[in-house]
């Protein structure tokens, strides 16, 4: 197929940022955290890798206080020794030798993080490789009528912000969670080696800790959810403005465009600050509950240190635990609001890639050239007969829009679809290239239900034209290979020739070398729609749809598309949908639709003998409104 759909415009669908959004929890926290875990698990050798290494270099790090402490003990009863004089003072190469060991234990703990993090790294960027990959590829499984309803922008929110938030907790999270629950249950070793009763005094911190910790954890968590939630709806607005900006400032839009960026930045405003502030209050907290304790323990530590219960050494060492006691704590309480986070985007990643997509393709009907009896062969060849057998269809299933449409084209044959604006022109077009299936009856091609090849094979029969054009940023020459990405630079030349786009195609700084950029407004709209049909000549198609292809360039250019396209139609099935009635009048066959149905058909001076809804459509062209002068 040679024409992609449109790029997105102004237009606001029922998941667009125009639309309401009621205020909601994670819909599934367990089971979206769940399947985060499933899909991790594909790497449960790296992670437990990491875990390893954490862990070492955790174990490595808590020790040093306890060994400090000895340095400290060392130093106070070589001091007070030397005062009492029972002793030569303070044993210096005793304490260079603790000192050095402890050089060593931090600088293994060091090699250890360094390694863990490494691993991890790798670990995050092959999740957010392999998410977008899944993510782009689910795109082109999904039907239609999903981005119908969805703004263009909240699927790229969750390609870029939603996957983003998972690399980074991955990245930065996994490990700080492995290490201060590592580092909490080490502490509370070393502390219960000190003294159990000073322990006891430290832990009765907890239980504080943990309530204050559950009710922000839980007031947070919605509003996690909403900031994601608000932040794609932003994007998508942001998107479809910079996308259809040319109309919006010709429209005068801006205001309005500024007051419904307002609505949604407003709701990401407030639900952003709400989940940092409720976040933020964290440490604040666990900073008063940690000094409480810290006061507590430092009057019972002075008391056994006069009583000569504890040594000066094990009191400091108790001390700098107590001190790094309440740290992990507060790692894993802010950590829990960043999974809270986390889970919010795995969730809205995970609907994504759980959405339904296109009905999967029938057992593949082949048909030979020769006989049109099914072939186990991997081409197919259709002749070009098309018949729509009593079809009815709606975007939605209780709004019909086709109601029972029949016709028969037999191959090579012209056909113009005409009628009013939402007769149904391009839904039928929709319908033949499989972009939608019929509610009811069927459209066969050669005979055979287009339900049974293929979408690929089916669209591989296709070239088609749109009103909208649509090319990408490239070089001329690269755009118009999209239609036979096989096609040498002779045939592509060739295809713009007989579109009658060489000419000013080489009077282009670069001619076919020249790069179109972004929107491809560095050439002008007839210009667009020109390459869209050479595009179309290059794809050699079997079938040709035309939906207003000429509709964009002068009347001195369309006469001269008009003959390429005589001839390309030669021996070719082409369905035209037409608003201009004059250019399809040497159709073999024209369809006149109103209000989904077909009301007459026949060729054009049959439809005119008959002065019905055709012939009045027909002559309505050139009929002069009364209130205008002769």
């Known amino acids: 197929m040679s024409q992609k759909t449109n790029r997105p415009g102004l237009g606001h669908g029922p998941g667009g940022p125009g639309a309401a959004h009621p205020v909601e929890k994670a819909k599934d926290f367990r089971g979206s955290f769940g399947k985060l875990v499933r899909y991790l698990a594909r790497y449960r050798v790296r992670f437990l890798l990491v875990l390893v290494f954490a862990v070492a270099s955790t174990i490595f790090s808590i020790l040093g206080p306890k060994i400090l402490g000895q340095a400290t003990t060392e130093l106070f009863e070589g001091i007070m020794g030397k005062i009492a004089g029972t002793s030569d003072g303070i044993d210096f190469g005793r304490i260079g030798q603790i000192l050095l060991f402890l050089l060593g234990l931090y600088v293994i703990s060091a090699a250890f993080s360094y390694l863990q993090g490494w691993i991890m790294t790798g670990v995050s960027m092959k999740v957010t490789y392999g998410l977008r990959g899944e993510i782009m590829s689910k795109i082109n499984r999904m039907p239609l009528s999903y981005f119908d309803s969805v703004s263009h922008g909240e699927v790229l929110s969750r390609v870029t912000n939603d996957v983003d938030t998972l690399n980074q907790t991955l990245n930065q999270s996994i490990t700080q969670i492995i290490t201060s629950v590592t580092m909490l249950v080490g502490i509370l070793v070393m502390m219960f080696s000190i003294s159990w009763q000073l322990t006891l005094v430290a832990l009765c911190i907890l239980p504080v800790s943990s309530g204050f910790i559950a009710m922000i954890v839980r007031r947070s968590q919605k509003h996690f959810k909403q900031q994601q939630e608000f932040l794609g709806h932003v994007n998508g607005h942001v998107e479809e403005m910079y996308g259809g900006h040319v109309v919006m400032k010709a429209f005068n839009g801006e205001e309005d465009s500024l007051h419904r960026f307002d609505e949604c930045n407003d709701k990401l405003y407030e639900s952003a600050w709400k989940s940092q502030f409720l976040s933020g209050l964290m440490q604040p907290v666990m900073n008063f509950v940690g000094n409480l304790g810290y006061?507590?323990?430092?009057?019972?530590?002075?008391?056994?240190?006069?009583?000569?219960?504890?040594?000066?050494?094990?009191?400091?060492?108790?001390?700098?635990?107590?001190?790094?006691?309440?740290?992990?704590?507060?790692?894993?309480?802010?950590?829990?609001?960043?999974?809270?986070?986390?889970?919010?985007?795995?969730?809205?990643?995970?609907?994504?890639?759980?959405?339904?997509?296109?009905?999967?393709?029938?057992?593949?009907?082949?048909?030979?050239?020769?006989?049109?009896?099914?072939?186990?062969?991997?081409?197919?060849?259709?002749?070009?007969?098309?018949?729509?057998?009593?079809?009815?269809?709606?975007?939605?299933?209780?709004?019909?829009?086709?109601?029972?449409?029949?016709?028969?084209?037999?191959?090579?044959?012209?056909?113009?679809?005409?009628?009013?604006?939402?007769?149904?022109?391009?839904?039928?077009?929709?319908?033949?290239?499989?972009?939608?299936?019929?509610?009811?009856?069927?459209?066969?091609?050669?005979?055979?239900?287009?339900?049974?090849?293929?979408?690929?094979?089916?669209?591989?029969?296709?070239?088609?034209?749109?009103?909208?054009?649509?090319?990408?940023?490239?070089?001329?020459r690269e755009n118009i290979r999209y239609g036979r990405l096989d096609a040498t630079d002779e045939e592509v030349e060739a295809a713009a020739k007989a579109a009658q786009a060489d000419h000013f195609i080489r009077t282009l700084p670069g001619g076919y070398d020249m790069v179109l950029n972004e929107e491809s407004?560095?050439?002008?709209?007839?210009?667009?729609?020109?390459?869209?049909?050479?595009?179309?000549?290059?794809?050699?198609?079997?079938?040709?749809?035309?939906?207003?292809?000429?509709?964009?360039?002068?009347?001195?250019?369309?006469?001269?598309?008009?003959k390429a396209m005589d001839q390309l139609m030669k021996g070719r099935t082409s369905f035209v949908i037409a608003h201009r009635l004059s250019t399809i009048r040497d159709a073999d066959c024209i369809l006149c639709m109103k209000d989904g149905d077909i009301v007459e058909q026949g060729t054009h001076e049959e439809l005119l003998e008959r002065g019905g809804f055709y012939a009045n459509l027909y002559n309505s062209q050139f009929e002069r409104p009364s209130s205008l002068p002769a």
């Open 521 to 562: 407004s560095n050439v002008s709209q007839g210009q667009k729609q020109l390459l869209t049909i050479a595009r179309a000549i290059l794809s050699d198609p079997k079938i040709l749809i035309l939906d207003e292809a000429t509709s964009s360039v002068d009347t001195r250019t369309e006469i001269l598309i008009q």
């Open 295 to 476: 006061v507590a323990v430092c009057i019972l530590g002075g008391w056994y240190a006069s009583s000569g219960v504890m040594t000066v050494g094990d009191i400091q060492a108790f001390i700098q635990y107590m001190r790094q006691f309440t740290q992990p704590i507060l790692q894993i309480a802010n950590i829990s609001n960043i999974l809270q986070q986390t889970t919010a985007a795995a969730e809205r990643v995970f609907e994504f890639l759980d959405a339904p997509e296109e009905e999967p393709d029938r057992p593949v009907v082949h048909v030979n050239e020769d006989d049109s009896v099914p072939d186990t062969d991997t081409n197919i060849h259709v002749k070009g007969s098309v018949q729509f057998a009593h079809v009815h269809f709606g975007y939605h299933p209780d709004k019909i829009i086709i109601h029972d449409f029949s016709a028969n084209i037999k191959p090579g044959q012209k056909v113009a679809i005409v009628g009013p604006t939402g007769a149904g022109k391009t839904t039928m077009v929709k319908l033949l290239m499989r972009f939608y299936d019929v509610n009811d009856g069927a459209i066969l091609i050669d005979g055979y239900d287009v339900r049974n090849f293929t979408r690929n094979e089916l669209r591989s029969q296709f070239g088609m034209v749109l009103q909208e054009t649509w090319l990408y940023n490239g070089t001329i």
